[in-house]
């Protein structure tokens, strides 16, 4: 079946330490993005990359980084330098179109103790 | 720059009643119009989406929503709520040419039996 993983579901961890999140996808598509979810205030893009080896800012890039190596991963890291972590990290695909529909993986809940 | 505006946090209906979620946006040039649902600590699953054709878009689960270019508005509707229905509603706009969602809030449906 074709779709959006991410990893872990749930992840903890101390403050003032870096953590990975993993979104990998099998739909062949071209473009990827991060979003934070925070409750009552949607939706907010962190980043994004339409093509392997490139990769735009979103609205909240600061304290985040991504890396596109290969067309299916799209890793995304919360350095230390995220004044406010706790949250819900939700990763989206989709063909690379104005038009086209994001569609999302299930997303991770990262905490910081 | 294009924005979305989702009145109401929080909607309550009984099961069987109509289902009515608002939806406004603002942007200059003809948006791409989206409505996504989200169970609890899931990801988002695309509902229906309005891409300059019919101005009625009908989805999945029975709902459907109409594209209202003189009231700027992209309201969801369902003629009759099921339990199952409970759950997170975002609307988004994505102007043409720009890879971008914009999500509203959030409206949380809630079912009474």
């Known amino acids: 079946d074709g779709g959006i993983t991410q990893s872990p579901k749930y992840l903890f961890r101390k403050e003032g330490q870096n953590v990975t999140l993993s979104c990998e996808q099998n739909?062949?598509?071209?473009?990827m993005y991060w979003y934070r979810q925070d409750p009552g205030q949607g939706l907010r893009l962190i980043y994004y990359?339409?093509?392997?080896?490139?990769?735009q800012k979103g609205d909240i890039a600061e304290g985040y980084s991504v890396s596109r190596e290969k067309k299916e991963s799209f890793p995304l890291t919360v350095t230390s330098a995220q004044k406010n972590p706790t949250a819900f990290y939700l990763c989206a695909s989709s063909i690379r179109g104005t038009g086209d529909t994001q569609y999302f993986g299930p997303g991770t809940r990262l905490t910081v103790l | 720059a294009q924005s979305v505006t989702q009145l109401g946090s929080h909607v309550s209906v009984s099961e069987g009643a109509l289902v009515l979620l608002r939806c406004n946006y603002s942007?200059?040039?003809?948006?791409?119009l989206f409505w996504y649902v989200q169970y609890p600590n899931q990801g988002l699953q695309l509902l229906l989406k309005y891409t300059s054709a019919a101005t009625l878009v009908k989805g999945i689960n029975g709902f459907e929503a109409e594209f209202k270019k003189s009231e700027t508005s992209f309201h969801l509707t369902k003629p009759s709520a099921h339990m199952s229905d409970a759950a997170e509603y975002f609307c988004?706009?994505?102007?043409?040419?720009?890879?971008?969602?914009?999500f509203g809030q959030g409206t949380r449906l809630t079912i009474n039996p």
């Open positions: 990359s339409q093509i392997v080896n490139d990769f």
């Open positions: 988004a706009v994505k102007i043409q040419g720009a890879q971008k969602l914009v």
């Open positions: 942007s200059s040039v003809p948006p791409y």
């Open positions: 739909l062949n598509h071209d473009a």
